[in-house]
């Protein structure tokens, strides 16, 4: 069936470096690559989000790249700060309404 | 602007027990959708409705079902409680047109079977 993995599960990073999860989908029709974070105890939130035309989307410290033809996407963060430390889900989506989502990075930024 | 709202935020069932999971939205969204989160999983789908008058299953909906009351409204009915069902329970909902895509997520709902 479709599936999403997501590497790593934990991520440690000091503050000002830059950090860098992966996902891999399955399903070749997937079209949409969604990114949540969700700080301890809250909701997910959408940070940003990248459709199947195009390669690589930024907003300010946040980058996503995408590579339809090996299945993989990526969310960059770029110069750490505490306030970044949460969970991060990667997601897949072929139309608007079945995500399948990642198992979730822990991310820490050490101050 | 209140966005998506869930209720109860915590409830603890024995086993056998029934309950319903609220879930409203304000927004005039098309879709809504019931997740289930637990350690290590991610978020797995229950149940969605992709417009109001509709209902589908998702990837986990044994042992749960939905009503899409209407445009506003998404309910989630457990009707013999299992200790497998204890989880952390989102209600989602997301517009149509330009922006289809994002889903907004209610505060959650943190369910203990016992």
């Known amino acids: 069936g479709e599936n999403v993995e997501q590497h790593p599960s934990t991520l440690s990073v000091q503050e000002g470096d830059s950090a860098v999860i992966k996902c891999t989908y399955s399903d070749s029709a997937s079209n949409y690559f969604p990114w949540y974070k969700q700080e301890l105890g809250k909701r997910p939130q959408l940070i940003i989000d990248?459709?199947?035309?195009?390669g690589e989307k930024k907003d300010q410290r946040i980058a996503v790249t995408l590579n339809k033809t090996a299945k993989h996407f990526s969310l960059h963060i770029t110069e750490t700060q505490p306030e970044d430390s949460a969970v991060y889900f990667c997601?897949?989506?072929?139309?608007?309404?079945?995500?399948?989502f990642g198992t979730g990075t822990r991310l820490k930024v050490l101050a | 602007n209140a966005g998506v709202t869930q209720t109860p935020k915590f409830q603890v069932l024995k086993t056998g027990q029934s309950m319903t999971l609220q879930c409203a939205q304000d927004?005039?969204?098309?879709?809504m959708y019931w997740y289930r989160q637990d350690p290590g999983m991610g978020l797995r789908l229950i149940y969605y409705s992709a417009s109001e008058g509709t209902t589908d299953k998702g990837e986990v909906p044994n042992g749960y079902n939905v009503s899409r009351l209407n445009k506003r409204e998404f309910s989630l009915r457990l009707e013999s409680a299992a200790p497998s069902q204890t989880s952390v329970y989102f209600c989602a909902s997301s517009p149509s047109g330009k922006h289809t895509g994002e889903l907004f997520f209610g505060e959650g709902s943190r369910l203990t079977v016992l």
């Open positions: 997601a897949a989506s072929r139309g608007t309404y079945k995500y399948i």
């Open positions: 990248i459709r199947s035309n195009v």
């Open positions: 927004m005039n969204h098309n879709s």
